[in-house]
């Protein structure tokens, strides 16, 4: 059975920087490409980033571009996420994705979910 488990989130001040982690257990990690989403209160869930499954195709929401950076260590069966310059809109749960055969920026390319970890940003 595939799990996912995000780490890394927190409360910071707009302009800081953080680094999620999203490690896999129960398959093949580098077979399939990963993904980042967020979900904001009262928002639907939207993408942020994806990778695939070798690292050297990345994808990235316009707003995130320039700030966060996506990548992985398949030996490590862990996907990063570094957000830098975050804004208070960034604020979401963020949650890592898996399943998907190509970096894609369409949620219903992924099977398999974690639990999300939360972001706050204060201004």
């Known amino acids: 059975q595939v799990q996912l488990v995000e780490s890394g989130g927190g409360q910071v001040q707009a302009g800081d920087s953080l680094r999620l982690s999203c490690t896999s257990s129960?398959?093949?990690?580098?077979?399939?490409?990963m993904g980042w989403f967020r979900q904001a209160p009262g928002k639907e869930r939207e993408f942020v980033a994806s990778?695939?499954?070798?690292?050297?195709?990345?994808l990235y929401e316009d707003s995130v571009e320039g700030r966060f950076t996506i990548s992985r260590d398949n030996a490590e069966h862990t996907m990063y996420l570094q957000m830098s310059s975050l804004k208070p809109e960034d604020t979401a749960v963020y949650y890592c994705?898996?399943?998907?055969?190509?970096?894609?920026?369409?949620?219903?390319?992924?099977?398999?979910w974690g639990q999300g970890t939360q972001v706050t940003v204060s201004s």
């Open positions: 129960g398959h093949t990690f580098s077979t399939y490409a």
């Open positions: 990778i695939s499954w070798r690292g050297d195709n990345t």
């Open positions: 994705a898996t399943g998907a055969l190509v970096a894609a920026m369409t949620s219903r390319m992924y099977k398999y």
